[in-house]
């Protein structure tokens, strides 16, 4: 699952209000990259852009977990990256195909148990070929993690190792002026207070695998 608008900088960059609600999408399983595997630019699109988060995972079966229990449910942390194509992102008011291209989800590189870390003070970073594009800290979450697991919770059931990824600060290449995608040859890196970092390479849609 993926969170979206949950940094109020990134809302306030947007010029958009606070969400009442936490606004879910899911990434397909598809999606899934290992913290340094190479992020394609699609051969559909140009509109490629990154978003740091902090992911977590869930630890134990859980259902109508009570926000001040979820942390429990919470086995650890890591740093991801919600790769986007904002053409398809906003095709239409669902935005789950646009974030759910094959390798638009590196996380990793190392879970952080929860008992270690303090997932609501967190600096945040991502960095495009050595350039700071985003400075934030978990602090400015709308939502915090303990309240996205009870949310979901509510409507399904969760299941050790599910992912989360919990939003992203403001600094988005959509966001820019000119708006700035990722190209072949960028280098992105994510880093997470506590954490570490993830590095990928961003290259060309490599041709399909043979059936």
């Not at 606070?18 to 699109?45: D, H, L, Q």
């Not at 820019?176 to 961003?202: C, H, Q, Y």
């Amino acid at each position: 699952m993926g969170l979206g608008l949950n940094y109020r900088d990134h809302i306030e960059e947007a010029k958009l209000e606070v969400p009442t609600f936490p606004m879910w999408f899911t990434k397909a399983p598809t999606s899934i990259n290992s913290p340094n595997g190479p992020i394609e630019v699609p051969r559909i699109s140009e509109t490629l852009d990154y978003e740091a988060e902090l992911v977590f995972i869930v630890g134990r079966r859980c259902k109508h977990v009570a926000p001040d229990r979820a942390h429990d449910a919470i086995f650890g942390y890591c740093a991801g990256n919600d790769v986007s194509v904002r053409e398809w992102q906003r095709r239409t008011s669902q935005v789950t195909l646009g974030k759910s291209f094959d390798t638009s989800a590196p996380f990793g590189p190392f879970i952080v148990t929860s008992d270690e870390i303090d997932s609501g003070n967190l600096s945040i970073r991502c960095l495009v070929n050595g350039e700071v594009r985003q400075s934030s800290n978990t602090r400015h979450m709308v939502f915090s993690c303990a309240a996205q697991l009870a949310d979901l919770s509510s409507a399904m059931t969760m299941e050790p190792g599910d992912i989360v990824f919990t939003g992203t600060p403001g600094g988005v290449g959509a966001l820019m002026s000119p708006k700035t995608w990722l190209r072949a040859g960028d280098v992105v890196r994510v880093e997470i207070e506590g954490i570490g970092f993830i590095e990928n390479v961003v290259v060309d849609e490599r041709p399909p695998s043979s059936p």
